[in-house]
């Protein structure tokens, strides 16, 4: 489904100096450098690879919590390495329900490097959700969502709505996963967790494992 949700990228002026901000130019700096690299070794062209860095969430940027290559905005996601189980590597995304104190979403998203117009693409992750103790709840949904760069001003693409108490609590990892088809050469993911309103929230949920793939 689609759906017209306020971009968290659009959200500051050009001249804005948050931490948000400054993580947006590093990334696309970032983004820049590494298309050039690819270009230099060749990965453009037929082979075309589709990049996302980090995807495992196993590398640390400015603190042990700041996944490298990720930019965070919101209270919620942390990088974690005490979490067990983890799907693979020595860390993951974590989302703590108990510890989210402010209202509004939060999130995290990436450029995906290597993208072609008019090419399919398929992000997948992999999900565990925790027990949810007493009365308390789980947050109310995680968006997955795409964009592209229109104009210089960031587009969506694709958004699923994965409402949070239907995942299992048995101690699983589940697969999650959203397509589309980019008409530029831009893609961006996203993940937007929406906390639930009061004060009985509950639940811990961990992530690992992004992927990208070409749709035939």
């Not at 060749?42 to 495992?56: D, I, R, W």
């Not at 919590?65 to 965070?72: G, I, K, T, Y």
């Not at 959700?129 to 009365?135: N, S």
Request: proline letters at 6%; hydrophobic letters at 35%.
């Amino acid at each position: 489904s689609r759906q017209g949700l306020a971009k968290p990228s659009e959200s500051f002026p050009k001249n804005c100096d948050s931490t948000f901000c400054r993580q947006d130019r590093s990334m696309k700096h970032l983004t820049r450098l590494i298309s050039f690299f690819l270009m230099l070794t060749g990965c453009y062209g037929s082979a075309y690879a589709q990049v996302l860095l980090n995807p495992s969430f196993d590398d640390s940027g400015s603190t042990e919590e700041e996944p490298m290559a990720w930019v965070r905005w919101g209270e919620g996601f942390r990088r974690v390495t005490d979490w067990k189980p983890i799907h693979s590597g020595a860390g993951q995304l974590g989302y703590d329900h108990t510890a989210v104190s402010q209202g509004g979403n939060c999130g995290i998203w990436q450029d995906v490097v290597g993208v072609q117009a008019g090419k399919k693409y398929k992000i997948s992750l992999y999900v565990m959700a925790d027990k949810v103790e007493g009365a308390r709840l789980p947050p109310n949904t995680l968006e997955l969502r795409l964009e592209h760069a229109d104009n210089g001003q960031q587009s969506l693409l694709e958004s699923k709505m994965i409402p949070m108490i239907t995942l299992p609590t048995d101690g699983t990892w589940q697969e999650i996963s959203i397509e589309g088809t980019t008409p530029s050469d831009s893609l961006r993911f996203l993940m937007v967790m929406t906390p639930l309103d009061g004060e009985n929230r509950g639940g811990k949920f961990k992530f690992d494992d992004v992927k990208v793939e070409l749709v035939p």
